[in-house]
């Protein structure tokens, strides 16, 4: 009599267990399934993994096949529990599968090499099958994608949907008239991932519960289903377009930068504009140059010469790719994309390290780029970590800006003592300062430099005034600012000698606190009539009639809140997910009251 069979997960998962009886080579045999498989298969699909799913098919074609008499199927063997099943990737559940085939003295099966020495090596019987790889198939949803199809989107109970066009500048356009089935869209799910397995070029670059990313080649593949998503979902993107860094603008002024040493750079723009392309190009550049360039990359996407290693999460951590990453000794690395405030600091962590550094980021406008560094990075290291911003529109560079660091008076104040340090970020090709970027008190602020006879700093000396006046005022104030070191407070005329003190001790204090000088002046203004309030789902609305274009001061008890300028309809708007908004309803919920009166404005 024949010995029975024991199959281990990864036959079961690779279907060769059916696939061996209709060839014929284990007709009659009786196949002993454990427990433990069954329990492993049951986790991976319920946690949304499409391998746990296969399996579980793999044993309703075994059931199938027992029924007709072609095999004796029977499930054997103890059921793990959570914890033994939580250390399966350490080798627990392979070993109650090899107790059950030591048990029964049967010959065990497995195309996991690992499992297959192991076994061997505790005296076990063991027929070792090498993970078949059928030719690749075109996938049936191929025939979606024409020369310019940027992505195509399928869902469930939606008509598919495709981009077809140039790198901004597309449309979308449907591919038929019929909605999707649940069926048809699980059914090319299982094709991707039977693709992934036998394509050298295609791999599961990421699996969790309802969601997965698969690349085949050049084609990313997003798959979403429940409780992910509200319903199945496939979205394929691949790149239309293979550009040269030679043919973008500004090419030859960032080759002499990116020849000159190992640089800092983000490379912006809004989703769909280009970056990647312009990023692999810029590879291709550096590589060009003798330089020994990687990529860090999740998932992995761009499309760069075999001599360039593309690297992704080691064990689902970037910090660890970057430590082996510094081993390697690369010249430039690529990071696409820099998201996170784990992204940044390892991006940080690389260029400090002397490791030239060329970001992809997600930005509405250039500044943007620096902006998400603030609170990631200590704001004297940026210029060590970022020295240029490219920007990117619809594949075409836009602006190039340079990140410099500098002692002065911030742009809009003369006063010496008031020189600190500061950021300066200036256009690429005329050399003109854009935005400078500073500390002020505990701020971090972002200014634009202006060349208007208006000061752009007079607005944040300005709040800095209001909020030390507050301390001292209870009725409504207005500042105005006269020079870069003088301002006026208007103030009612019995709040005048508190601002003051005794002896001037409080306006001193201030002055001395801010560096500049500060005239008080009395100028009461009368209430006006009871605002009515209105409460939306986003705003807090203050209705003033036959106010508007007025300039007013808001109060909540007797407490200045804000100065606003009325609007057409007459009304005043505050978000109110702002703190502002939270704290007033907090205060009218306990029965204080909103007054409003007029500027004080000369």
């Not at 507050?470 to 003088?486: A, I, K, N, Y």
Request: proline fraction near 5%; glycine fraction near 8%; charge should be negative.
């Amino acid at each position: 009599m024949a010995q029975p069979l024991v199959p281990d997960t990864s036959v079961v998962i690779d279907g060769r267990v059916s696939a061996k009886i209709r060839a014929g080579e284990l007709q009659g045999r009786r196949i002993v399934v454990p427990e433990a498989v069954v329990a492993e298969l049951e986790a991976q699909a319920n946690h949304g993994r499409d391998i746990g799913l296969r399996g579980l098919e793999e044993l309703r074609r075994l059931s199938e096949l027992a029924k007709n008499g072609k095999i004796e199927l029977e499930y054997v063997g103890i059921r793990p529990n959570l914890d033994q099943i939580k250390l399966a990737g350490g080798g627990e559940i392979d070993a109650m599968i090899r107790d059950v085939a030591l048990e029964l003295g049967a010959s065990f099966l497995t195309s996991d090499q690992v499992q297959s020495r192991v076994a061997e090596a505790m005296g076990l019987d063991v027929e070792y099958v090498r993970p078949q790889r059928e030719a690749v198939k075109p996938l049936s949803m191929e025939r979606y994608f024409t020369e310019d199809t940027l992505s195509i989107h399928l869902k469930e109970g939606a008509i598919p949907m495709a981009k077809r066009g140039r790198v901004g500048d597309f449309s979308l356009v449907r591919l038929g008239e019929r909605p999707l089935s649940e069926r048809e869209l699980r059914d090319l799910s299982r094709e991707i991932y039977e693709r992934a397995k036998v394509d050298p070029e295609g791999y599961v670059e990421m699996e969790k519960m309802g969601a997965s990313i698969v690349q085949l080649g050049p084609m990313r593949i997003a798959i979403a289903k429940p409780p992910f998503s509200d319903g199945l979902e496939i979205t394929a993107v691949r790149p239309v377009a293979k550009v040269s860094f030679d043919s973008y603008r500004h090419s030859g002024m960032l080759k002499e930068r990116l020849k000159e040493g190992q640089r800092g750079i983000l490379i912006a723009g809004p989703p769909g504009s280009g970056k990647s392309t312009f990023a692999a190009g810029v590879a291709e550049y550096l590589l060009s140059c003798n330089y020994v360039v990687k990529t860090l990359e999740s998932p992995r996407d761009l499309q760069v010469p075999p001599e360039i290693t593309q690297y992704g999460p080691l064990e689902g951590s970037m910090e660890a790719s970057a430590d082996i990453l510094l081993l390697v000794r690369p010249d430039y690395t690529i990071y696409d994309e820099v998201r996170k405030t784990r992204d940044f600091q390892v991006f940080a962590d690389m260029r400090l390290a002397g490791v030239g550094m060329i970001g992809v980021v997600h930005a509405n406008k250039p500044i943007d780029a620096l902006q998400r560094l603030l609170g990631r990075v200590d704001m004297g290291m940026i210029p060590q970590v970022v020295d240029t911003v490219v920007f990117i529109e619809k594949g075409e560079v836009t602006h190039v800006l340079d990140v410099e660091f500098t002692v002065k008076v911030p742009s809009g104040m003369v006063e010496a003592d008031l020189a600190r340090p500061v950021i300066v970020v200036k256009d690429f090709e005329s050399g003109q300062a854009q935005y400078e970027l500073y500390s002020y008190g505990e701020q971090i602020v972002v200014m634009p430099v202006s060349r208007e006879d208006k000061k752009p700093s007079w607005n944040l000396a300005s709040r800095e005034i209001e909020k030390e006046i507050s301390h001292h005022v209870r009725g409504p104030f207005q500042v105005e600012m006269l020079t870069d070191s003088s301002a006026v407070v208007h103030v009612p005329h019995d709040e005048a000698a508190r601002v003051i003190g005794k002896a001037g001790k409080n306006i001193d204090q201030i002055e001395k606190s801010l560096g500049l000088h500060i005239d008080v002046r009395t100028k009461d203004q009368p209430p006006l009539a009871a605002p009515r309030l209105e409460e939306t789902t986003k705003h807090l609305i203050i209705w003033l009639e036959g106010m508007a274009g007025e300039s007013v001061d808001v109060f909540v008890g007797s407490d200045p809140v804000f100065t606003a300028t009325v609007g057409r309809r007459g009304d005043i708007r505050v978000a109110k997910s702002s703190e502002m908004a939270k704290r007033m309803i907090k205060r009218l919920k306990k029965g204080e009251a909103i007054e409003v009166q007029k500027a004080a404005l000369e």
